[in-house]
């Protein structure tokens, strides 16, 4: 073919035109290449606020997650989060992109809280050098494996008020969630503290809402979902003049009588803190972080007692378990419990079932980044909902069941390495207290199964037990406490006596 025939304009216009078009190629081949995962519709000004039944918003992100996949995208008001509901997805926040995902967003009402950004480490804008001095106290202080066998004594001290109270309210129906409540409240503030928070079984429930205040804290409000009015939100302030009261009335008098002295020559966080110059009110945000914490580790033991009670079988295994004598040491030393397979079984079991955060705290992007092939812009909220992870059918045959055997045989960690399940979360913002609660978990789970045969109260079917659940802040609860009956089967007190080194009670 003789091009020279061909008319010169032609070429021209198709040069022009190519010209012309490049830039909107090159700008469609980006946004195909840039985009946000999918979701539903947002709405103007509102998002997607109304998709979501906030009080198990766990619950509403997995069924979304069904229609929009394992990725995707939502708008809260004028906020942008992004959801990872898959292993797959988890991993790629978690680990492939953990340090630019490793930000935190930071609660409007907080922000009105005197030293919240010098004292605290969940919520801790990055991965600075003050957020590394926290988590390093906490560790060294109270979740290092020194310190959890320097503490080991206090666990099975609380352990064993527990049992003789629970042994004194034999036949009678009891609240089983206050009593682990109170156990593991004043089994953590002795490691932090040197003293018990809840002073009788009689005040627990003043305690208890005092610690459900400092976990509602951490809530958005209008502000966080649209910035632009952050000035005209005046209910913020006034929570902000309550968060600082209950610090102050739960805190307050500890701290003053620490900084007056001790009379003992032992050390606790507390000391730490004040020996590192913290203030009055660096030391309330600190101890109300790690607080809370308690509430989590006894909801988990509430909701593994009630899936052992609707589940005979299961309960029967594992009570037979415990019973076995073997040369491991005493029945409930903590030694042997970590070596008990199907006890670690039923607390995986139940970890995958009732997550104690089963929306992790949401992290923030540093800067943007791509997720499997979706665009993650900066600033926007990322959230891994550890509760679809546990439940999703691809990854857990018969997911919705309470069946310990699906770990037995198999080394699999909750502590951060597979990501089909992560209670604790995981990479550089995974929970500091992770081996504290297992080993809190376990010895609390072992002593009620071995101390007590448990039955519900009359008229009750155990296998229809009300299992409805909500959101108190991040931590999933029982809508309704777990109500059952203790009847003494083993008289432990030669097993503590052993355990703790003396001759009795």
Known sequence: MDIRGLDVGYY??????????????????????????????????????????????????AKLAQSYGPIMSLRFGARLAIVASSPEAAREVLKTHDRDLSGRYVPQILNRIPQIHTSIMGLATDCNERWRFLRSTSHMGLFSAKALESCSRIRLEKAKEMLHFLGSKEGEVVNIADILFATTANTLTNAMLSQDIVESWNNIGEVKRKSRKMLGIVILSLADLYPAIGGLDFW???????????????????????????????QDILDVLIESSFDDYQIYNFLSELFPSSEAVSSVVEWAMIELTRNQEASSKLRDEIMTKDIEGTALSEKRLTKLP???????????????????????????????????????????????????????????????????GRNFDVKGPHYELLPFGGGRRMCPGQHWALTEIQLLLGSLVYAFDWLVPPGTDPESLDMSEKLIAITLKREKPLLLIPKMKNDVSQDWAEALGTKGF
């Open 12 to 61: 021209n216009c198709l040069f022009y035109s190519l010209i012309f078009l490049s830039p909107i190629l090159v700008f469609l081949f980006a946004q195909r290449n840039s985009r946000l995962p999918p979701g539903p519709f947002a709405w103007p000004v509102i998002g997607n606020l109304f998709d979501l039944e906030w009080k198990s918003a766990h619950i509403s992100l």
């Open 236 to 266: 913020i302030k006034q929570k902000a003049v309550e968060a600082n009261q209950i610090y102050r009335a739960v805190w307050g008098d500890i701290v003053s009588k620490r900084r007056g002295g001790r009379q003992d020559s032992n």
């Open 342 to 408: 199907y006890l670690q079984a039923c607390i995986k079991e139940t970890l995958r079932l009732h997550p104690p955060d089963p929306i992790l705290v949401p992290r923030c992007a540093l800067q943007t980044c791509q997720i499997m092939n979706y665009r993650i812009p900066n600033n926007s909220l990322m959230i891994v909902n550890a509760y679809a992870l546990g439940r999703d059918e691809k990854t857990w045959e018969d997911a919705q069941n309470f069946k310990p055997e699906r770990f037995l």
